[in-house]
């Protein structure tokens, strides 16, 4: 059965993983692979509804619980309608956050306990993890001022993504020891890439270790010669 290969990428607002991501996306079109580029919260019709009323900051209150509901309800139409189809087709799947997402936000930044966050996981998403995740880790402060600066941009053309940009910085303290507990814990799926580094230099280097992790799962998905 053709499976296909999953990419997540992973890091804090204003961490440049949508940038990274695209620019890996242009590449691996111009080789003519065949790649389906999606997001989350968001990427089906239901979930950029989702989307847009989690991330509008008019959006008050929001019960932590509640919005890692509405978090899970986004990933498991996502999961059905455009990732395990895609994967089935044998595609390379590129999702801009995943789980670990609401392992960084809900389970660290809102304090919610790990283990409810993995067992929903388990039920709405069939347990399905990425093959390879870049995690993005620049500096927190550059992030954050990168992130209001897009977000201000945005604002003035009438879209409201600033909800979770009301976070204190202690939110975000606690998001990226989140992250980078889960590279600690997922050493073989997450690699971690220092976000401070120019944007074609991190480019190149994702590439190379996009390649060589495919040309392995390629290599280990075929068929065993019999002696
Ligand atoms: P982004 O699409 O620009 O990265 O923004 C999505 C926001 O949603 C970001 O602040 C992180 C947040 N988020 C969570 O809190 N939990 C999740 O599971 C996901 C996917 C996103």
Not at 21 to 41: H, I, N
Not at 139 to 149: E, G, M, T
Not at 215 to 224: C, E, G, I, K, R
């Amino acid at each position: 059965m053709p499976r296909g290969f999953f990419v997540t990428f992973e890091g804090l607002d204003g961490s440049g993983k949508s940038t990274q991501l695209r620019l890996l996306a242009r590449a691996l079109s111009a080789e003519g692979q065949a790649v389906t580029v999606t997001r989350q919260p968001g990427g089906t019709e239901l979930g950029e509804h989702i989307r847009a009323l989690l991330l509008d900051s008019r959006t008050q209150p929001v019960a932590p619980l509640t919005e890692m509901a509405l978090m899970f309800a986004d990933r498991a139409q996502s999961v059905e309608q455009v990732i395990a189809p895609a994967l089935d087709r044998g595609e390379i799947v590129l999702c801009d956050r995943f789980t670990d997402s609401t392992v960084a936000y809900q389970g660290g930044g809102r304090e919610i306990d790990r283990e409810a966050i993995l067992t929903l996981h388990r039920v709405l998403c069939r347990d399905l993890w990425p093959d390879l995740t870049f995690l993005l880790l620049p500096n927190l402060d550059v992030c954050l001022a990168r992130a209001r600066r897009r977000n201000a941009r945005q604002l003035a053309f009438g879209t409201d993504e600033n909800r979770f940009e009301a976070e204190q910085r202690s939110f975000y303290e606690r998001v990226d020891r989140a992250y980078r507990e889960i590279a600690r814990q997922a050493r073989n799926r997450v690699v971690t890439i220092d976000g401070d580094a120019p944007v074609e230099e991190i480019h190149r280097s994702i590439l190379r270790t996009f390649s060589q992790r495919h040309q392995t799962a390629v290599t280990n998905a075929l068929p065993h010669e019999r002696p």
